[in-house]
T-cell receptor
Framework: GENVEQHPSTLSVQEGDSAVIKCTYSDSASNYFPWYKQELGKRPQLIIDIRSNVGEKKDQRIAVTLNKTAKHFSLHITETQPEDSAVYFC??????????FGAGTTVTVRA | DAGITQSPRHKVTETGTPVTLRCHQT?????MYWYRQDPGHGLRLIHYSYGVKDTDKGEVSDGYSVSRSKTEDFLLTLESATSSQTSVYFCAISSGNLYNEQFFGPGTRLTVL
């Protein structure tokens, strides 16, 4: 099955700087990679996803890149703001409509 | 938020007692999932359902059972709760389209004493 590894586990950035979270996966058949944001005490929320037929996708200040050859994908947050402080999870799809999640990255944006 | 609710939202129980958590959706989605979330482990799949009465195990299914008698409801049962099952439990749903976009419920915090 899929094994998704996520780094770093914690990330502290100055407000206005960029944050990058990287994930690697093992199953070359995976073709869907979502990212979730979870604020303290809340449910995980889907913020962006990328599919294997594209290499990059942007939505305002967030972007995801995918390198299928190297089997890694990344989340980029530019111009970070205090409301970006949260735990971020990457995931990769498995057979039978399942997802395998990374362990999460706690992002703290310092004012 | 997608139409997903979970009940109860918080529960404290004692070791050895049975516990049932309920997930209810109003989206008519085919797929439903139960995850547990623990520090350092992310979200781990317990069981999932791909239709009424159709369920399968996830990576951490020991000690848990599920049932789905209606499209909108997916029940998770801890037959005899243990302290290791203290966790936050999330239900998720997916329409089963080409790509597996999953949407999560608000979660249930379960404490087993």
């Amino acid at each position: 099955g899929e094994n998704v590894e996520q780094h770093p586990s914690t990330l502290s950035v100055q407000e206005g700087d960029s944050a990058v979270i990287k994930c690697t996966y093992s199953d070359s058949a995976s073709n869907y990679f979502p990212w979730y944001k979870q604020e303290l005490g809340k449910r995980p929320q889907l913020i962006i996803d990328i599919r294997s037929n594209v290499g990059e996708k942007k939505d305002q200040r967030i972007a995801v890149t995918l390198n299928k050859t190297a089997k890694h994908f990344s989340l980029h947050i530019t111009e970070t703001q205090p409301e970006d402080s949260a735990v971020y999870f990457c995931a990769g799809d498995l057979n039978d409509y399942k997802l395998s999640f990374g362990a999460g990255t706690t992002v703290t944006v310092r004012a | 938020d997608a139409g997903i609710t979970q009940s109860p939202r918080h529960k404290v129980t004692e070791t050895g007692t049975p516990v049932t958590l309920r997930c209810h959706q109003t989206e008519n989605h085919r797929y439903m999932y139960w995850y547990r979330q623990d520090p350092g482990h992310g979200l781990r799949l317990i069981h999932y359902s791909y239709g009424v009465k159709d369920t399968d195990k996830g990576e951490v299914s020991d000690g848990y059972s599920v049932s789905r008698s209606k499209t909108e409801d997916f029940l998770l049962t801890l037959e005899s709760a243990t302290s290791s099952q203290t966790s936050v439990y999330f239900c998720a749903i997916s329409s089963g389209n080409l790509y597996n976009e999953q949407f999560f419920g608000p979660g249930t915090r379960l404490t087993v004493l």
